[in-house]
């Protein structure tokens, strides 16, 4: 259940405003991890099991391990990660046939599991140009947590450089008492498996299937799984694809009919307001169902001939991803013309040189297929505004994202998103999306908004655990004893409408 870990209401987090942000996920106030269970090993994968065989175990050939250890997940060999999820078992690989015994070569195994993707750094980066780099990397951008000094020493248990010595390692009881250092154990093996010679059938993504064909957003499974992917076989092939997915299939979640995320008022994270927002952009998004709602196309004003657009604020990453990880909106939403527009200073990147570019033509656009136009725009977003670049907003056809911005992280960065920027996204009076890549940085960034302009802005969605946010555990090379997974927090709030209310004269 997506909403299945969330503390109870009264349960508030501490620093955030109490009027919109609940608490968040039980499980992180938990600073031990349970201990790996090894026993869900490449056995568990069956791959002849349809979805039906998996919502309804009874006849399942593993019910006597799921009556021990619970419904299967991804994250079978963590229990501590963040997103639970059904195992995968819908149908064989298209493009590869997994060798389930080839289990022991180290990162020259096909099949990878966490006994043989983990390799210390300390020990990989001798062998590794790529791990080399990203131990210097560390060395050079981090320090130590206790005494400030240069990091040195490697973390026995993660196998990554976090400390200047072994005492400070020791001292350091915060990280080494917590489930921390599984956590960078884990991240350390997904990054080993990314540089690893295997084949990566999980990238070879699906695309346009039947518009008859309805496609569910429970979770990442059931997404796979009706959009017919290559199926999922490892927790390790779940965390390269979401890594990528996360951004279109998160943006995709949120308007699709099929939304996971319920109205407030039956336990979910949706406000009124929200559903009104969410309708309006459904309702040009799914332009077939509008008969469903006893409407005749006659009676009903024309909308403007303008596509779907979608505005990815702060853009870094986003705009770097393949196009075809983009592509999915299309798929996913077949019945429109979409515009993503990517937004900031680092929206751009030029390879050949190695440095992010100003791009003086991203009025134009480039057309990436008949379905799918995209622009790219190098200045923040307030001047944009401004200038009047985007106008008019429309709420039916617009909706704003900002991908973990860091909006509270230093004051340059509060400065440039809580001003003109804040100021101007709320002025669209179109539904705007923030996602957070930890708990604490997502707070922060929240009440940060929520101080400023709780009186000028409705809740469209209170924060809650991003159903497609990625499965991957991630390194931060600038703090090596914390590992994120990005978009694993998101919220929703729109600039406050006023209604037009008759005044007798």
């Not at 190098?378 to 505004?385: E, G, S």
């Not at 509060?414 to 705007?432: D, F, H, Q, V």
Request: with cysteine; net charge negative; proline share 5%.
């Amino acid at each position: 259940m997506i909403r299945s870990n969330l503390v109870k209401k009264n349960h508030l987090i501490k620093n955030v405003n109490s009027k919109q942000f609940y608490g968040l996920f039980d499980r992180f106030k938990s600073n031990k991890l349970p201990e790996i269970d090894k026993s869900m090993d490449a056995a568990l994968f069956d791959t002849t099991k349809n979805l039906k065989d998996i919502n309804s175990h009874t006849d399942s050939d593993d019910v006597d391990i799921i009556k021990k250890f619970g419904r299967p997940s991804y994250n079978k060999m963590n229990k501590a990660d963040v997103i639970e999820l059904k195992l995968k078992r819908h149908k064989p690989a298209l493009s590869q046939e997994f060798d389930y015994k080839d289990t022991n070569q180290g990162l020259e195994s096909s099949y990878p599991t966490l006994e043989n993707r983990f390799i210390p750094w300390k020990d990989l980066m001798h062998t590794n140009d790529y791990v080399n780099a990203a131990v210097n990397q560390i060395k050079t951008f981090s320090v130590c947590p206790i005494t400030g000094g240069k990091i040195e020493y490697f973390d026995p248990i993660s196998g990554l450089p976090t400390h200047s010595s072994e005492e400070a390692y020791l001292k350091d009881v915060e990280y080494t008492q917590s489930n921390k250092p599984e956590l960078m154990k884990l991240a350390v093996a997904y990054e080993n498996d990314s540089i690893s010679k295997r084949d990566f059938p999980e990238y070879d993504f699906s695309e346009e299937q039947s518009s008859n064909q309805a496609i569910s957003y429970l979770n990442w499974e059931s997404w796979f799984y009706t959009r017919e992917f290559n199926s999922m076989e490892t927790q390790f092939h779940v965390a390269q694809a979401s890594k990528y997915l996360t951004y279109p299939v998160t943006i995709a979640a949120l308007l699709s009919n099929q939304s996971p995320y319920k109205l407030t008022s039956q336990g979910g994270p949706v406000t009124h307001e929200g559903l009104k927002s969410l309708s309006a952009l459904r309702y040009s998004i799914f332009p077939r169902q509008r008969a469903d709602l006893g409407f005749k196309e006659d009676d009903i004003a024309e909308l403007q001939d303008r596509a779907i657009r979608i505005f990815i604020v702060g853009s870094k990453f986003e705009s770097l991803m393949p196009i075809s990880v983009w592509k999915q909106l299309n798929y996913c939403m077949p019945d429109v013309n979409i515009e993503i527009h990517f937004i900031g200073p680092e929206a751009l990147f030029d390879s050949k040189t190695n440095e992010y570019i100003s791009y003086e033509e991203n009025h134009k656009g480039v057309q990436v297929s008949p379905e799918l136009k995209v622009f790219y725009h190098t200045n923040l977003f307030h001047v944009n505004h401004l200038q009047g670049d985007f106008f008019p907003y429309d709420p039916y056809l617009d909706s704003f994202y900002l991908f973990h911005p860091n909006i509270s992280t230093d004051p340059e960065s509060t400065k440039s998103w809580m001003y003109e920027t804040m100021k101007g996204l709320l002025e669209t009076k179109c539904p705007i999306f923030i996602s957070g890549h930890s708990l604490d940085g997502f707070s922060s960034d929240w009440e940060s908004v929520m101080e400023k302009y709780e009186d000028e802005l409705d809740v469209l969605m209170e924060p809650t655990e991003n159903a497609f946010g990625s499965t991957k555990w991630q390194i931060n090379p600038y703090m090596p004893t914390y590992a994120f997974q990005t978009n694993m927090i998101i919220g929703g709030i729109r600039g406050k409408r006023y209604q037009a209310v008759p005044v007798d004269e």
